[in-house]
């Protein structure tokens, strides 16, 4: 599940809060598929991880040059070198390999071909971040109860609709009853896994379009993309806000006649997203006609990847590859901005958790040197979070020419609906057929891609980019609060700035599904 993009990290997807961010310099660094230099010219700042990690089998990724001779040429080096070749995606030139030797990744940068090696962890493979902010709050029999009773008294909605009021917020309701989105588009949760069971998920569910990529090789076999434990409920919650069917059951999400598919991204053991899974759910997505992805987590095991380091640089190398693969093959992908309450577009931050599989070491990073994967990535959009005050959220991170657009994510502080529950969080659904409330990033990015489903029915033949920028256009633009002393205590507790059609809060506004539709 995503960290709060402070972010700060629970110790495990299963237990923690997770956020993401998003990418300034990156976009200068990554106009093509293999935009890194040369191993040779990356200088090492820090020592290697595979350095440290003597003796123990670790996972790594290998990225070379795209052609078919360097990647057999590489593809045999890598035996000698001590590696075993997992899964080789070819057409980007990303090769995912295990080894326990301690020098693999120094002897691998030096063969002809390679342009960045890394390894994608820190802790030994054994035989898994996302971006919501708090632990799950289960809809009780009464409360649901107390809810239905109020949503009956508005035609055509939902049985818990009234608590939604994150699709008043955006016109989601109207947008409905318009154009509920296209059967042809889908939106793939990438994810902790989605419980395709579920009464309001199983309408528009794209079994087709599912796999598991844990390890970085899919796994089709039905039912593999479904959530390990029930604790696993970050990615069933998310395919909930963007395509709960409205079909008389529970809740509605934004786009509630388009399809959703799951690709499940989780180590099984510790429940992270690891580089080589992130890597394949991209080329997987758009190999099988995805339009749209959600990424509500930051990709293990830095929250920073940081260029100066030959490790994170490859992570970097690697996940840039596979999500410019999928913008190509036709797949806008959005991402959440994070939870930390941390301006995106500073000069220095600092990051106490990472790296999160291993022990954490505090350390200030450069935001426009030190990427959150995939968030900062180019082409990616970045989405923040609002409350039903469509003020952005305590939690929900920031920067100026960073965030591109905002959404609601909730704000249990100081956002309070008037609604039954009068739960500033969202309602959405939860493994074995719940509801229940989350609030974050995370949930902000999913209703910005249920926006972007509607945009995607309504101007079918639009690109990736042509998509972004309706996106944009069609958000409702937001000033900056004149004040953002969110406690009453005298101090700013963020800093907005920007004018009213783009500014460090709300990106170019708040998205709108009605004016998406019309």
């Given at each position: 599940?995503?960290?709060p993009?402070?972010r700060?990290?629970?110790r495990?997807?299963?237990s923690?809060?997770?956020?993401?961010?998003a990418?300034?310099?990156?976009?200068s660094?990554t106009?093509s598929?293999?935009f890194l230099?040369?191993a040779?010219?990356?200088?090492?700042?820090t020592e290697?991880?595979?350095?440290a990690a003597?003796?123990?089998?670790?996972?790594?990724v290998v990225n070379?040059?795209?052609?078919?001779?360097?990647i057999?040429?590489v593809?045999?080096a890598?035996?000698?070198?001590?590696?075993t070749?997992?899964?080789?995606?070819?057409?980007?030139?990303?090769?995912?390999v295990?080894?326990?030797?301690?020098?693999?990744?120094?002897k691998?940068r030096?063969?002809r071909g390679v342009?960045?090696?890394?390894?994608t962890?820190?802790?030994?493979?054994t035989?898994?971040?996302?971006?919501?902010?708090?632990?799950?709050?289960?809809?009780?029999?009464?409360?649901?109860?107390?809810?239905?009773k109020?949503?009956?008294?508005?035609?055509?909605?939902?049985?818990?609709e009234?608590d939604?009021?994150?699709?008043?917020?955006i016109?989601a309701?109207?947008?409905?009853?318009?154009?509920?989105?296209?059967?042809?588009?889908?939106?793939a949760?990438?994810?902790t896994?989605?419980?395709d069971?579920?009464?309001d998920?199983a309408?528009?569910?794209?079994?087709?379009?599912?796999a598991?990529?844990?390890?970085?090789?899919?796994?089709?076999?039905a039912?593999?993309?479904?959530?390990?434990?029930?604790?696993?409920?970050?990615?069933?919650?998310?395919?909930?806000?963007?395509?709960?069917?409205?079909?008389?059951?529970?809740?509605a999400g934004?786009a509630?006649?388009?399809k959703?598919?799951?690709?499940n991204?989780?180590?099984?053991?510790?429940?992270?997203?690891?580089p080589e899974?992130?890597v394949?759910?991209?080329?997987?997505?758009a190999d099988h006609?995805v339009?749209?992805?959600?990424?509500?987590?930051y990709?293990?095991?830095?929250?920073y990847?940081?260029?100066?380091?030959?490790?994170?640089?490859?992570i970097?190398?690697?996940?840039?590859?596979?999500?410019?693969?999928?913008?190509?093959?036709?797949?806008l992908?959005l991402?959440?901005?994070?939870?930390?309450?941390h301006?995106?577009?500073?000069?220095?931050?600092?990051?106490?958790?990472?790296?999160?599989?291993?022990?954490a070491?505090?350390?200030t990073?450069?935001?426009h040197?030190?990427?959150?994967v995939p968030?900062?990535l180019?082409g990616v959009?970045t989405v923040?979070?609002?409350?039903?005050?469509n003020v952005?959220s305590y939690y929900s991170?920031?920067?100026?020419g960073?965030i591109?657009?905002?959404?609601p994510?909730?704000?249990?502080?100081?956002?309070?609906?008037?609604?039954?529950?009068?739960?500033?969080r969202?309602?959405?659904?939860?493994?074995?057929?719940g509801?229940g409330?989350?609030q974050?990033?995370?949930?902000?990015?999913?209703h910005?891609a249920?926006?972007?489903?509607?945009?995607?029915?309504?101007?079918?033949?639009?690109?990736?980019?042509?998509?972004?920028?309706?996106?944009?256009?069609?958000a409702?633009?937001t000033?900056?609060?004149?004040s953002?002393?969110q406690?009453?205590?005298?101090?700013?507790?963020?800093?907005?700035?920007?004018g009213?059609r783009?500014?460090?809060?709300?990106?170019?506004g708040i998205?709108?599904?009605?004016?998406?539709?019309?």
């Open positions: 599940m995503s960290q993009r402070s700060r990290s629970r495990s997807i299963r923690r809060d997770r956020l993401a961010l990418v300034p310099v990156v976009l660094l106009a598929l293999g230099p040369s040779a010219s990356a200088a090492p700042a290697s991880v595979a350095q003597d003796a123990t089998n670790l996972s790594y070379t040059k795209v052609d078919h001779r360097t057999a040429s593809k045999k890598i035996p000698a070198a001590g590696g070749v997992v899964i080789a995606y070819e057409k980007i030139g990303v090769i995912v295990h080894s326990s030797a301690p020098d693999f990744a120094q691998i030096k063969v342009q960045s090696a890394g390894a962890r820190t802790s030994p493979l035989p898994a971040g996302t971006t919501d902010e708090g632990a799950v709050q289960v809809l009780s029999d009464a409360q649901a109860a107390k809810v239905a109020t949503s009956a008294a508005t035609p055509d909605s939902e049985p818990l009234a939604q009021w994150d699709l008043r917020a016109g309701d109207k947008a409905a009853k318009i154009n509920p989105g296209s059967r042809k588009v889908t939106v949760v990438i994810d896994g989605v419980d069971t579920h009464p998920i309408p528009n569910f794209s079994a087709a379009q599912s598991n990529c844990d390890g970085g090789v899919p796994d089709t076999t039912g593999a993309w479904r959530p390990y434990t029930a604790d696993d409920y970050h990615g069933t919650h998310v395919a909930g806000e963007i395509a709960a069917a409205r079909n008389g059951v529970g809740v934004v509630p006649g388009v959703v598919s799951a690709i991204v989780t180590d099984r053991s510790n429940g992270l997203f690891y899974s992130v394949c759910a991209f080329v997987f997505a006609g339009e749209i992805t959600n990424n509500s987590y990709v293990d095991p830095w929250l990847n940081c260029m100066d380091d030959p490790d994170q640089r490859a970097v190398d690697s996940v840039n590859r596979a999500q410019l693969y999928a913008q190509h093959k036709g797949t992908s991402a959440s901005a994070g939870n930390s309450n301006d995106l577009d500073s000069d220095a931050i600092v990051d106490a958790s990472s790296p999160d599989d291993s022990t070491v505090e350390r990073v450069d935001p040197e030190c990427f959150d968030t900062q180019p959009v923040s979070a609002t409350g039903v005050k952005k991170s920031y920067g100026k960073v591109d657009v905002a959404a994510g909730g704000d249990r502080l100081y956002q309070i609906p008037d609604t039954p529950s009068q739960n500033g969202i309602l959405s659904t939860l493994p074995n057929g509801y409330f989350l974050g990033t995370s949930m902000a990015s999913p910005a249920g926006v972007a489903a509607l945009l995607k029915s309504t101007h079918p033949k639009a690109s990736p980019a042509q998509l972004q920028a309706l996106l944009k256009a069609q409702d633009a000033s900056c609060p004149a953002y002393d406690n009453g205590d005298g101090t700013q507790d963020a800093v907005c700035e920007g009213t783009a500014n460090g809060f709300y990106g170019f998205v709108n599904a009605l004016r998406a539709v019309k």
